[in-house]
C-alpha cells in the first residue's frame, strides 16, 4: 500500500506525539505549555503532518499584526527528507495568502533547514545576536514576501543594516 501523507489541524490530543518528536529535534526543546499557549491562538496556523494516521511533523506559524512567523517546524527524525517538512511550509503559504509577510529565525548552523527555506523563497535579512540560550549562537532573520520571491529585499519591514547572510 502507498504510504499517504495528510496535513491537517494540530489539535491539543496531538501534544504527546509533538513533544516526543520536538524532545529529539531541538537542543532547547519547547515545554508542553509552550505548544498549548499556540494552539489556543486563534489567528495561529498549527498543522500536523500525518503519514498513514501518524503523526510525523508539525509547524506552528503565528501572525503578528500583518506578519506572520513560523516559529516552529519539525520532523520526525527518522522520516525526513521526504518532503513533510516542505509539504508542511507550503500549506501555511496556501493559508496566509500570495501576498503574506513571513518571517523566522534559524540557527546558521542549521544550513539543511536554511537551504529548504531558501528553496521555498525565503531571503537572509539579518542576525539576531545571540538569540539561542544554549550556546550563544545568533539566529538568521528570513523572510518570504513577494519581493522575496523578485529576488529583493525591498518590502522586508525593518530591513536591517546588517549584512545578508550568504546563500
Ligand atoms: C528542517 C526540517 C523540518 C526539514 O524537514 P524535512 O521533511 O526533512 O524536509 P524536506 O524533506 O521537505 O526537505 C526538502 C529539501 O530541503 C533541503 N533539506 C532539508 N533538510 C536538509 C538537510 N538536513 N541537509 C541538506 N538539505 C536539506 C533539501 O534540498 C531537501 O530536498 P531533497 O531531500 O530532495 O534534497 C527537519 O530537518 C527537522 O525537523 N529538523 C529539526 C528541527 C529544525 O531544525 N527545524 C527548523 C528550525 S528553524
Known sequence: MAAELGIRRLVFADLPQVIEIERRSFPTPWSLAMFVLELSKVEAICLAAELNGSLVGYII????????????VSVDPELRRRGFGSALIEEVFSNVGADAKLTLEVRPSNTGAIQLYQQLGFLGAGHRKRYYQDNGEDA?????????????????????TLPLASS
Not at 61 to 72: G, T
Not at 154 to 159: E, I, Q, S, T
Open 140 to 160: 538568521l532573520i528570513m523572510w518570504r514576501t513577494p519581493a522575496t520571491l523578485r529576488g529583493t529585499l525591498d518590502d522586508v519591514p525593518a530591513a536591517p
Open 61 to 72: 506559524c503565528s501572525r503578528f499584526d500583518q506578519l506572520w512567523h513560523i516559529m516552529n
